[in-house]
Structure formats: C-alpha cells, structure tokens
T-cell receptor, first 123, second 112 residues
Framework: DTAVSQTPKYLVTQMGNDKSIKCEQN?????MYWYKQDSKKFLKIMFS???????INETVPNRFSPKSPDKAHLNLHINSLELGDSAVYFC??????????????????????FGPGTRLLVL | DAKTTQPPSMDCAEGRAANLPCNHS???????VYWYRQIHSQGPQYIIH???NNETNEMASLIITEDRKSSTLILPHATLRDTAVYYC?????????????FGKGTRLSVIA
C-alpha cells in the first residue's frame, strides 16, 4: 500500500494555464507538506498544514494555493503557470504532537514521509 | 540555508561499510540531526535521527560526536540500491522553528 501518493506523476502544460496536483496519505498523519525541487536539485519547503490549518507558508507566490479538505489530503493548485514553475513537487506527511516540555506548548513534528513526486513541465 | 556541511560525493565498494560525514558546528541544544536520502527520481526517504546518543535502526547507524558538532551515518553493508543523495539536516522539530532544510547532500555511489 502506498503511504503517501500524488497525482499526476507527470504534468506537461502551457504557460498561463491553471493546474492542480493532488496528495493523499493513508498513514493517519495530521500534518502535511509541499516541497519544490528545482532543476539544481535543491529541495525547499513551500507549505505545511496541521489538521487542515495552514502553519507554514514560505514566501511562495500567491499563484500557489494549497487546499486541505481533510487531514488525509493536501492539494496544490497553481494559477497562471510560469516557466519557472517547472520542477518536481513532493508532498510529505508526519505526525505532530504537543511538546509538553515547552512552557508555551508547541507542536513537535515527527519524521516526515514523502510521496513519489509530481514532475511539472511548463512550456 | 542549510546548517550542515557534507562532501559532495563519495564512492563505496558493494558490501563494505559506507561512512558519510556531516559537520554541524553551529548546532544548538534542542536541534536533532536527521538523515534522509533520495534515490534517483524518488521522494526523500527518512533514514535515522538522533539528539546526542548514537542511534541504530534496521537501515543505518548514526554516530554523533560528544560535542555534537559532527556526525557520521554508517550503512554497514552497502548495496547497489543504496546509491543515492544523502542529506544531513539539523533542526528543532517544533512549530515556529525552521522546517526541514535540505542542503546539497552527498552523492553516494556504490560500486560493484
């Protein structure tokens, strides 16, 4: 059984189009992430959701809009695609648990499990 | 920016131990050392993590120096399938802190 799955695996599209990438995890995790890996192979966090709530947004253009309908899904919608959006997009998930050792209770992010990636090519 | 320094590439003979070093001289007290790897065209795969004690699991061993400024990932019997880019990451796994930041990693080539 695939733990973290993404669709589609490959996506080729024209500049200016709008496209969506879907991610699903069956691990029962409550936190999901989107990463982007560019042509130089640098892997960078884009977004993180905990219990359907946006937690991390790493200065990503607002053409990118993540949507989490439930804890098991985190979809990525991209408007007005640009050439520079060509990359591999990875979804990941993890548990988060309260850090009770911290006076201001924060969430501890457990180990992240990654999906197989979606290869986006914008022409 | 990644807070770790790794050699860009290493070779290892099949069946031998692969020792991958990582320097993290600015690591702070609540930061863990994580290791992930990425086999060509696949998503990153978690290997192991530790705070200050040495750790071992079914995939690898992690040796952290006493001052925590460096660590070594050991694959005890490397196989061709271990050929991948290995990432050493330091982070405090709490919300509000830096998320997983991947550097350039070490490209390990296991040779028959």
């Amino acid at each position: 059984d695939t733990a973290v799955s993404q669709t589609p695996k490959y996506l080729v599209t024209q500049m200016g189009n709008d496209k969506s990438i879907k991610c699903e995890q069956n691990l029962g995790h409550d936190t999901m992430y989107w990463y982007k890996q560019d042509s130089k192979k640098f892997l960078k966090i884009m977004f993180s959701y905990n219990n359907k709530e946006l937690i991390i947004n790493e200065t990503v253009p607002n053409r990118f809009s993540p949507k989490s309908p439930d804890k098991a899904h985190l979809n990525l919608h991209i408007n007005s695609l640009e050439l520079g959006d060509s990359a591999v997009y990875f979804c990941a998930s993890s548990f988060s648990r309260p850090n009770l050792a911290d006076r201001d209770i924060s969430l501890v992010q457990e180990t992240q499990y990654f999906g197989p990636g979606t290869r986006l090519l914008v022409l | 920016d990644a807070k770790t320094t790794q050699p860009p590439s290493m070779d290892c003979a099949e069946g031998r131990a692969a020792n991958l070093p990582c320097n993290h001289s600015t690591i702070s007290g609540n930061e863990y050392v994580y290791w992930y790897r990425q086999i060509h065209s696949q998503g990153p795969q978690y290997i192991i993590h530790g705070l200050k004690n040495n750790e071992t699991n079914e995939m690898a061993s992690l040796i952290i120096t006493e001052d925590r400024k460096s660590s070594t990932l050991i694959l005890p019997h490397a196989t061709l399938r271990d050929t991948a880019v290995y990432y050493c990451i330091v982070r405090a796994p709490f919300w509000g802190n830096t998320p997983l930041v991947f550097g350039k990693g070490t490209r390990l080539s296991v040779i028959a």
